[in-house]
């Protein structure tokens, strides 16, 4: 177990090396003129130059890329103009050009948001997700299986920003019920950070919980074919032993993959959703920075959300192993 | 239904029939296919005949309509749901008064023609990957797998808002005109870019389950060459899971083209395109909630027609899958 997990860190390291090179060669390599592309909307030569020169573009590749990693690794400073210079500690990510800050402190500012909408909406719809499938799977053919399963698909082939829009019509403006979305952090005011997140959970939960709601109901409903399950009935074990020890037990395996990887994606910054509520988090960081082109900021939040998303990963596997002893043996 | 009903009518001798035949033969019974795939099909049309409504109408979808707007409210369309009248059936875009329906046609033709082509796009890549790898196994399996791995590592609506201006940089700067002659051929690299592996992953493991089969030791033996035997040996059996997977891959397809513009990373104004037009309602949905309404449900009917048409799809290619 140990050493697996040991290889399962080191491959991810390797993948997140590789993420960093193709994140590095596509921003800063492959632009006709990166200090251009770097230097956003309000650009004179003097700041193009002045770019050029922090960035070291005039060195050869492998060495601007050894600076990048080694920023990230063990930190590096920045000369900004001749004399004044910019300390930026590990991880550094380089500093905003819009707003002369920190990468990592402009990370650190935006993630709480972020974490509040994943953490809350993950287990919304996950719950959601798995009791409907649950009682689709128990119920199949009733008329309870087919409403949950049309709401699944309705749920499934709705759009995030379509339904942010419908729901926040229906609370903010007409019912009244809620404020306008935004973030309050929970250790200011727990009533006022739930209000406020409320809508961006909902529209998650309504549009992710499909999927888990048909992966329920798809592998519940394998698995109570399987010949076990009939050894199982015959030797008398009763329903709910069935249902909750094996079929929900070996149903659940391919859940925690995609539970994994939903929640690796949306702690990198749920951007859709942020966008439409207007909420601060990393996803509203990146679509600001990808409207001013300010470089650094965009190469920090891709590359957190893929440290992200590599975490996920080695995690399901871990879970996997824990969850299938097909997999721990072999 | 019943093995009688799928017989053929003809009793002209025991007739064999293939397995495309026996699939057809499902699809025709398959009232879900049938209306999702007019759905699909009205919406191409729309799509299609575009300029027919624009003589209809005898109006453009970016010319300004300043007499449908109530100066007094703001700007906002005059008549009740948007401005819904007999000369702008859809109603008028606020502000500006152009014509929705114009605009809303004119988006069916941008948002299918960029998914679709992407789907293509994707599917061509991940197909050859998925054979290759599958097929010859070893290192090039190795590096083509961790490939994928890799490119499904990026977040990918991040990412791809984040690369549109630097491959949009990169291509005006070999020559390309700016705005959507460049931004459009973008889109579709970037989405198809993400797509590809899904595809690829499933055509590989169905190789890896054919390449040992008996059909092609035969045509092995005989002294088939390798690409022979990836092309036109295991290729022409693979169709069905093939077509499954697009089919149930468009709706994500049609989903990330809408996004990307809805972001601001998409098609540019004034061109029309169902994201943007949603995009653009966002200011307005509390006292217009019709030009929210409409790209947003056209857009909920084509995918659910979409998901429902590759569920009937899958269901009449794999008879095994239990629903």
Redo the contacts between chains.
């Keep these: 177990m140990f050493r697996y997990l040991v290889r399962r860190v080191i491959g991810g390291g390797l993948v997140l090396i590789i993420v960093s090179m193709v994140v590095f060669g596509l921003f800063y390599v492959l632009p006709a003129d990166p200090a251009r592309l770097a230097c956003g909307k309000a650009c004179t030569p003097e700041l193009i130059a002045e770019i050029r020169h922090t960035l070291e573009l005039d060195q050869p590749l492998t060495i601007q890329y050894g600076r990048f990693a080694e920023g990230i690794l063990v930190g590096r400073t920045y000369l900004k103009g001749s004399t004044a210079q910019l300390n930026c500690p590990a991880p550094c990510l380089g500093y905003s050009y819009d707003t002369d800050e920190l990468v990592t402190n402009l990370l650190k500012d935006r993630a709480p948001a972020t974490l509040s909408i994943a953490l809350g909406a993950s287990i919304l719809f996950l719950l959601v997700g798995l009791a409907s499938g649950i009682i689709s799977a128990l119920r199949r053919g009733k008329w309870i299986d087919k409403f949950s399963q049309g709401v699944a698909l309705t749920g499934a082939s709705l759009q995030i920003y379509f339904v942010a829009l419908i729901l926040q019509f229906i609370f903010v403006d007409k019912l009244q019920w809620l404020h306008t979305p935004g973030y309050v952090s929970p250790f200011t005011s727990v009533s006022q950070w739930v209000t406020g997140m409320a809508l961006p959970w909902l529209t998650l939960a309504f549009l992710l919980s499909a999927i888990y709601a048909r992966l329920t109901r798809a592998g519940m409903l394998e698995v109570m074919s399987e010949d076990y399950i009939r050894t199982a009935r015959a030797k008398g074990l009763t329903l709910r032993r069935i249902n909750f020890k094996h079929v929900l037990r070996s149903a659940i395996t391919p859940i925690v993959t995609v539970f994994g990887l939903d929640l690796g994606q949306l702690l990198g910054g749920a951007v859709i959703t942020e966008y439409v509520f207007n909420i601060p988090g990393l996803g509203r960081l990146a679509t600001e920075a990808v409207s001013n082109v300010d470089l650094p900021v965009i190469v920090g939040t891709v590359m957190l959300a893929a440290v992200f998303i590599v975490i996920a990963n080695i995690v399901v596997d871990l879970l996997y192993m824990v969850l299938d002893p097909k997999v721990r043996l072999s | 239904m019943s093995l009688d009903q799928l017989a053929p009518a003809s009793t002209a001798g025991v007739e064999g029939r293939s397995p495309s035949a026996m699939a057809w033969e499902r699809i025709k019974h398959d009232r879900t296919a049938w209306i999702s795939g007019g759905v699909i099909f009205f919406f191409l049309i729309i799509g299609i005949i575009a300029p027919l409504f624009q003589r209809i109408l005898h109006t453009s979808p970016n010319s300004f309509h300043p007499e449908a707007l109530d100066e007094a409210m703001g700007a906002m369309p005059i008549g009740h749901f948007g401005g819904i009248s007999s000369t702008h059936w859809f109603g008028v875009e606020p502000r500006t008064g152009r014509d929705i329906l114009l605009r809303f046609v004119f988006g069916a033709r941008t948002s299918l023609s960029i998914a679709l082509t992407a789907t293509l796009v994707a599917t061509v890549i991940g197909v050859v990957v998925g054979l290759l790898s599958g097929f010859f196994g070893g290192k090039i399996d190795q590096v083509l797998s961790r490939m994928m791995?890799?490119v499904l590592?990026?977040?990918?609506?991040?990412?791809a808002?984040?690369?549109?201006?630097?491959l949009e940089?990169?291509l005006e700067?070999s020559g390309l005109p700016k705005g959507n002659a460049t931004r459009i051929p973008v889109m579709i690299m970037v989405i198809s870019t993400f797509g590809w592996p899904y595809i690829a992953r499933i055509v590989r493991g169905q190789v890896i389950s054919m390449r040992e089969r008996e059909f092609v030791d035969a045509a092995r033996a005989l002294g088939a060459t390798r690409l022979h035997l990836v092309f036109k040996q295991i290729l022409p059996n693979l169709w069905a899971p093939i077509l499954v997977t697009v089919a149930l891959n468009i709706?994500s397809f049609i989903?990330q083209e809408?996004?990307l513009t809805?972001?601001?990373?998409g098609v540019i104004e004034p061109t029309s395109d169902w994201g943007s037009m949603?995009l653009a309602?966002?200011p307005f949905?509390?006292v217009d909630?019709m030009y929210?309404f409409i790209p947003?449900?056209a857009?909920?009917l084509l995918?659910?027609a979409f998901?429902?048409l590759g569920d009937s799809v899958r269901d009449a290619l794999d008879p095994k899958s239990?629903r």
């Design positions: 791995e890799i590592a990026f977040p990918s609506i991040l990412f808002l984040a690369i549109t201006p630097v940089n990169v700067s709706p989903t809408a996004a809805f972001l601001g990373a949603l309602s966002v949905y509390s909630p929210t947003g449900f857009l909920f995918v659910l998901n429902l239990s």
